[in-house]
């Protein structure tokens, strides 16, 4: 059972347009979500995150924006740049679980392609 | 570079075998995650170590193993090794307190051949 679903494997874009990806969970005891970019060969590089008493959280061209009643979150990168093509994680975990962070749920990840 | 080193970087080894995958965190950093990355899957928790002692189980099966020593680097112990453990397995570390995010290792590509 995911509890953390990227539906879409891949995402093409034109360099200097925005790059939405998409994260659905279904455990409602997540409250603080992250955001992952991995390039081949590497491990994930932490992006952004958000924590469930915020709707936004924006950092330069990133922003993550957290539906807590649809359970949904998004990644916005604007504008989209030909070096951001990787592969995109999102994460949850449940900052209450053991008295701090918990491990991280990952989901499947989202190719992004920035096309010049 | 994150500062987490996993060594090594490739394994090759032959089904029955018994694997050790090392990781030593970031300076400080006193927990440790150990993951695995299967073809056209995400990252799948495994296991973590808080300063020494396991805080966490995740999908961890019985054959794998692992332990954090007093200097805070880490081993993940893999035996009798079947083709389907064939992934990449990565380390995490971080520091403590709610807020800090995980800094992952380059991961170590096992193939079980």
């Known amino acids: 059972d995911q509890q953390v679903k990227q539906n879409s494997p891949s995402l093409s874009v034109q360099e200097g347009r925005i790059s939405i990806l998409n994260c659905d969970y279904t455990?409602?005891?997540?409250?603080?979500f992250l955001w992952y970019k991995k390039y081949p060969a590497e491990g994930p590089t932490f992006l952004i995150s958000i924590s469930s008493i915020k709707d936004k959280n924006e950092d330069g061209r990133f922003t993550v924006f957290l539906n807590k009643s649809a359970k949904h979150l998004s990644l916005h990168i604007v504008p989209s740049q030909p070096g951001d093509s990787a592969v995109y994680f999102c994460a949850a975990t449940d900052m209450n679980y053991g008295g701090s962070q918990g491990n991280l749920i990952f989901g499947k990840g989202t190719k992004l392609s920035v096309k010049p | 570079d994150s500062g987490v080193t996993q060594t090594p970087k490739h394994l090759i080894t032959a089904t029955g075998q018994r694997v050790t995958l090392r990781c030593s965190p970031r300076?400080?950093?006193?927990?440790v995650y150990w993951y695995q990355q299967s073809l056209d899957q995400g990252l799948q928790f495994l296991i973590q170590y808080y300063n020494g002692e396991e805080r966490a189980k995740g999908n961890i099966l019985e054959r794998f193993s692992a332990q954090q020593f007093p200097d805070l680097h880490s081993e993940l112990n893999l035996s009798s090794l079947e083709l389907g453990d064939s992934a990449l397995y990565f380390c995490?570390?971080?520091?403590?307190?709610?807020?800090?995010?995980?800094?992952f290792g380059p991961g170590t590509r096992l193939t079980v051949l």
């Open positions: 995490a570390s971080r520091a403590g307190g709610p807020d800090n995010e995980q800094f």
């Open positions: 455990n409602s005891m997540f409250d603080y």
């Open positions: 300076s400080g950093d006193l927990s």
